[in-house]
């Protein structure tokens, strides 16, 4: 028994504040959330989309053309309904810059953000992005919610980075919180104060032995710039640690849900199912599953093998006729004309039929492993989606229309 | 069998031992990395396929047990060839890497105790991949007999292939130099660093491309050949999965889009060879074909910017049953009759 997710319900409920969408790498995320904006915008809410790394033709659709870390209004909505729609994609070490700022003296924001190590951090450590995205999404929050009365955005739609594994923007808030501020950059950040404790002396030969071997493989350049970010990172500490706890109860808020999008091929189904458990042992909401790229067959009820059968009948009966004596000659061309391009069709459609049939079982195969998630599947386009035009006719498959 | 069994067969690879794959994500990149591995493997030979993100997409595509940080075999080839499996992981590598270097005993588990492993392998820009890549450049160096040295010692794997980043990341990946250049400016992980780099400019590697004849994956595509050719990485070839067969002939197709075909005469085909033609079906039938068509265009499109590219390029064709073991085997072959392997 197949529940079926309510697209037009989810969006339509004011209960909803934030939408994750969240999957494998090219499965159509960014379309999806894109998608799922648009029509949200359209039946009367107030959208911002908050992209990652959007493919180019599908940003330029939404009017992003600069990665500015600024929700800009996207031209062109039917806003008939009261609604609009805002898009921005995320410049992570601009909001990572944004939130030293705003935890810091100015001396010391300037003196951090100076400093090679949190430059190299800022820009290129794996978990970067992802904790910058949760942390955008935090501020977009903050912002919609500035007057109650009349907020800015009443919905924000969020895709996930193309992560390594699609759980680490899950994790990364976490791990980089848990590591701003663990114990081993303190011993780093501050070896004279902490050799002042008694419990540490204990440690102080190990704590020599792994500085020194740090020394030696990072080199003592790197450690000593290392140090000096930590030192100035100092003040922030509880404060990351917060914004990480902060950012995963948002996550775990009722006003918050996930969708996990995937396409119907094994491994990406098999990372949706990774997902799916794992929202539920975090306790995160999930509103349910996107199934892109379905591939559906418009001649109904004829199947792949009688197809294939029929077509190959075909080529028999041609044959006989052709060889068969008395017939004028134009005619005989004009008749195994049409029926080769009929045994074509026949065969064309056989192809569909079982990739469609091969889509079909391997969604079956994942709701039964997962009963009682409402789903949705979306017909595969025959061209890519880069206009509003086509986000609007996702949309509408994703309601089921 | 003869040791230089493989040299009797002209590749378009010949004298590269180590193989990058990287695509965009869904274009089938770890199943491409796998067949290679295999093809490289046949004739004897022994090829290292490795990971690098710990998804365990390497096991799965061979149905075997997960791969470990040791090295596995997990594959036959024609006339004695083998495929090892590796899933590289950092922290291993960091440990190994201090014990061989510097004969770390009781400091390492120090290191880890106190987090600093943790901080080299997640936290550290750039040292996560200088050890992911340093594990690779290790493997492809190391000889089968240890003690051998000089140009003539035999290598422990004749090939290397490894499943890399989706192309999204994979310049930064491959780039260690680059990633590291601000932060250690000397010291050991500069001189890996650099080590690395020097053999991945080098004419013994090339980074393969996996694409689909889709927008963008080909677009992708594209911008990752500029890129590695900017920071002189070796481009190699590009690989067209999931190619669908031709079907309909060339005529045959413009009519569909032109909607040109007769409804009656498929009508009466169909009932020639008993097929209940109703209208709905036929015009199921002759809607397919405009999708169809439309499908090729785009993918002939897509073809094109990709011939424009000047790379050697395979074609893979899209497995009706789905990828398993066997679509391996059969994949490996393909690339092996186009001389990719």
């Given at each position: 028994m197949v529940t079926v997710l309510d697209i037009d319900a989810l969006l339509g409920d004011p209960q909803t504040r934030i939408i994750v969408c969240?999957?494998?790498?090219?499965?159509?995320?960014?379309?999806?959330?894109?998608?799922?904006?648009?029509?949200?915008?359209?039946?009367?809410?107030?959208?911002?989309?908050?992209?990652?790394?959007?493919?180019?033709?599908?940003?330029?659709?939404?009017?992003?053309?600069?990665?500015?870390?600024?929700p800009r209004p996207v031209a062109d909505i039917d806003d008939t309904s009261g609604g609009s729609l805002d898009a921005m994609m995320l410049d992570m070490k601009r909001t990572f810059d944004e939130v030293v700022e705003a935890h810091s003296t100015p001396e010391k924001a300037a003196q951090i953000l100076a400093n090679p190590f949190y430059q190299a951090v800022s820009s290129s450590f794996a978990g970067t992005q992802e904790y910058m995205a949760m942390e955008k999404l935090g501020q977009l929050r903050l912002e919609a919610d500035l007057d109650p009365d009349s907020p800015r955005w009443d919905l924000i739609v969020v895709d996930t980075p193309p992560s390594r594994s699609a759980l680490d923007f899950l994790d990364a808030p976490k791990r980089l919180g848990s590591f701003l501020d663990g114990r081993f950059i303190r011993i780093l950040a501050a070896p004279a104060k902490a050799g002042g404790r008694a419990y540490v002396k204990v440690f102080s030969a190990g704590v020599n032995a792994a500085t020194k071997t740090m020394t030696k493989v990072l080199g003592g350049q790197m450690l000593s710039d290392v140090q000096t970010f930590v030192a100035a990172l100092d003040t922030m500490f509880g404060g990351f640690r917060k914004r990480a706890d902060h950012t995963y109860a948002l996550l775990s808020d009722r006003t918050t849900t996930f969708i996990v999008v995937a396409a119907p091929e094994r491994d990406a189904l098999r990372e949706a199912s990774y997902f799916v458990d794992r929202l539920d042992e975090e306790g995160m909401p999930l509103a349910g599953l996107v199934i892109n790229r379905m591939y559906r067959v418009s001649a109904h009820g004829l199947s792949a093998a009688r197809a294939l059968g029929a077509a190959e009948e075909l080529g028999d009966e041609d044959t006989l006729s052709s060889s068969g004596a008395g017939s004028s000659g134009d005619l005989e061309s004009e008749v195994s004309n049409h029926a080769r391009i009929t045994q074509g069709l026949l065969r064309m459609h056989a192809v569909q039929a079982e990739v469609a049939d091969r889509h079909e079982s391997l969604a079956k195969r994942f709701m039964a492993g997962h009963p009682g998630i409402p789903m949705v599947e979306v017909p595969a386009a025959s061209g890519d989606i880069h206009d509003l035009v086509g986000l609007r006719a996702v949309g509408g498959a994703l309601a089921g229309q | 069998m003869a040791p230089d069994a493989g040299l009797t067969r002209d590749t378009d690879w010949d004298g590269v031992r180590l193989h990058i794959v990287t695509g965009k994500g869904g274009t089938g990149k770890t199943t491409v990395a796998a067949a290679l591995a295999l093809a490289l493997a046949s004739e004897g030979r022994r090829v290292l396929l490795a990971e690098v993100e710990g998804r365990q997409g390497i096991s799965q595509s061979f149905d075997v047990a997960p791969l470990a940080a040791t090295e596995a075999r997990i594959a036959h080839a024609a006339h004695g060839g083998e495929v090892f499996g590796l899933s590289v992981d950092a922290k291993a590598a960091l440990l190994e890497y201090l014990q061989m270097y510097y004969k770390l005993g009781r400091a390492g588990g120090m290191l880890e105790k106190f987090g600093a492993i943790d901080f080299a392998t997640t936290i550290a820009p750039g040292v996560r991949d200088v050890l992911l890549t340093g594990k690779v450049y290790e493997a492809v160096r190391r000889r089968r007999d240890h003690r051998a040295k000089g140009p003539g010692a035999a290598p422990a794997y004749d090939a290397v292939v490894v499943d890399a980043p989706p192309t999204g990341r994979v310049v930064r990946f491959l780039n260690v130099n680059h990633e590291v250049a601000d932060l250690a400016k000397v010291g050991p992980i500069r001189s890996q660093a650099n080590s690395i780099t020097s053999m991945l400019k080098s004419p013994q590697t090339a980074v393969h491309l996996v694409t689909l004849l889709e927008e963008m994956p080909v677009q992708e595509t594209v911008d990752t050949i500029a890129e590695l050719r900017a920071v002189g990485m070796p481009v190699g070839g590009v690989v067209v999965n999931q190619v669908r067969e031709e079907i309909l002939s060339k005529d045959v197709l413009e009519a569909a889009s032109l909607g040109a075909i007769s409804r009656e005469e498929v009508a009466t085909d169909l009932r020639r060879v008993h097929v209940r033609a109703t209208d709905a079906l036929v015009d199921g039938l002759l809607s397919e074909a405009r999708d169809h068509a439309e499908r090729v265009a785009l993918e002939r499109d897509e073809a094109e910017v990709i011939a424009g590219l000047g790379r050697p390029t395979y074609r893979l064709p899209s497995l009706s049953e789905g990828v398993d073991a066997n679509g391996i085997r059969e994949m490996a072959e393909t690339l092996m009759v186009q001389g990719m392997a």
């Amino acid at each position: 028994m197949v529940t079926v997710l309510d697209i037009d319900a989810l969006l339509g409920d004011p209960q909803t504040r934030i939408i994750v969408c969240c999957g494998a790498g090219g499965v159509g995320k960014t379309t999806t959330a894109a998608a799922l904006g648009l029509r949200a915008a359209e039946s009367g809410r107030r959208v911002v989309v908050l992209t990652i790394d959007p493919a180019r033709r599908l940003a330029q659709s939404l009017g992003l053309t600069t990665l500015d870390n600024t929700p800009r209004p996207v031209a062109d909505i039917d806003d008939t309904s009261g609604g609009s729609l805002d898009a921005m994609m995320l410049d992570m070490k601009r909001t990572f810059d944004e939130v030293v700022e705003a935890h810091s003296t100015p001396e010391k924001a300037a003196q951090i953000l100076a400093n090679p190590f949190y430059q190299a951090v800022s820009s290129s450590f794996a978990g970067t992005q992802e904790y910058m995205a949760m942390e955008k999404l935090g501020q977009l929050r903050l912002e919609a919610d500035l007057d109650p009365d009349s907020p800015r955005w009443d919905l924000i739609v969020v895709d996930t980075p193309p992560s390594r594994s699609a759980l680490d923007f899950l994790d990364a808030p976490k791990r980089l919180g848990s590591f701003l501020d663990g114990r081993f950059i303190r011993i780093l950040a501050a070896p004279a104060k902490a050799g002042g404790r008694a419990y540490v002396k204990v440690f102080s030969a190990g704590v020599n032995a792994a500085t020194k071997t740090m020394t030696k493989v990072l080199g003592g350049q790197m450690l000593s710039d290392v140090q000096t970010f930590v030192a100035a990172l100092d003040t922030m500490f509880g404060g990351f640690r917060k914004r990480a706890d902060h950012t995963y109860a948002l996550l775990s808020d009722r006003t918050t849900t996930f969708i996990v999008v995937a396409a119907p091929e094994r491994d990406a189904l098999r990372e949706a199912s990774y997902f799916v458990d794992r929202l539920d042992e975090e306790g995160m909401p999930l509103a349910g599953l996107v199934i892109n790229r379905m591939y559906r067959v418009s001649a109904h009820g004829l199947s792949a093998a009688r197809a294939l059968g029929a077509a190959e009948e075909l080529g028999d009966e041609d044959t006989l006729s052709s060889s068969g004596a008395g017939s004028s000659g134009d005619l005989e061309s004009e008749v195994s004309n049409h029926a080769r391009i009929t045994q074509g069709l026949l065969r064309m459609h056989a192809v569909q039929a079982e990739v469609a049939d091969r889509h079909e079982s391997l969604a079956k195969r994942f709701m039964a492993g997962h009963p009682g998630i409402p789903m949705v599947e979306v017909p595969a386009a025959s061209g890519d989606i880069h206009d509003l035009v086509g986000l609007r006719a996702v949309g509408g498959a994703l309601a089921g229309q | 069998m003869a040791p230089d069994a493989g040299l009797t067969r002209d590749t378009d690879w010949d004298g590269v031992r180590l193989h990058i794959v990287t695509g965009k994500g869904g274009t089938g990149k770890t199943t491409v990395a796998a067949a290679l591995a295999l093809a490289l493997a046949s004739e004897g030979r022994r090829v290292l396929l490795a990971e690098v993100e710990g998804r365990q997409g390497i096991s799965q595509s061979f149905d075997v047990a997960p791969l470990a940080a040791t090295e596995a075999r997990i594959a036959h080839a024609a006339h004695g060839g083998e495929v090892f499996g590796l899933s590289v992981d950092a922290k291993a590598a960091l440990l190994e890497y201090l014990q061989m270097y510097y004969k770390l005993g009781r400091a390492g588990g120090m290191l880890e105790k106190f987090g600093a492993i943790d901080f080299a392998t997640t936290i550290a820009p750039g040292v996560r991949d200088v050890l992911l890549t340093g594990k690779v450049y290790e493997a492809v160096r190391r000889r089968r007999d240890h003690r051998a040295k000089g140009p003539g010692a035999a290598p422990a794997y004749d090939a290397v292939v490894v499943d890399a980043p989706p192309t999204g990341r994979v310049v930064r990946f491959l780039n260690v130099n680059h990633e590291v250049a601000d932060l250690a400016k000397v010291g050991p992980i500069r001189s890996q660093a650099n080590s690395i780099t020097s053999m991945l400019k080098s004419p013994q590697t090339a980074v393969h491309l996996v694409t689909l004849l889709e927008e963008m994956p080909v677009q992708e595509t594209v911008d990752t050949i500029a890129e590695l050719r900017a920071v002189g990485m070796p481009v190699g070839g590009v690989v067209v999965n999931q190619v669908r067969e031709e079907i309909l002939s060339k005529d045959v197709l413009e009519a569909a889009s032109l909607g040109a075909i007769s409804r009656e005469e498929v009508a009466t085909d169909l009932r020639r060879v008993h097929v209940r033609a109703t209208d709905a079906l036929v015009d199921g039938l002759l809607s397919e074909a405009r999708d169809h068509a439309e499908r090729v265009a785009l993918e002939r499109d897509e073809a094109e910017v990709i011939a424009g590219l000047g790379r050697p390029t395979y074609r893979l064709p899209s497995l009706s049953e789905g990828v398993d073991a066997n679509g391996i085997r059969e994949m490996a072959e393909t690339l092996m009759v186009q001389g990719m392997a």
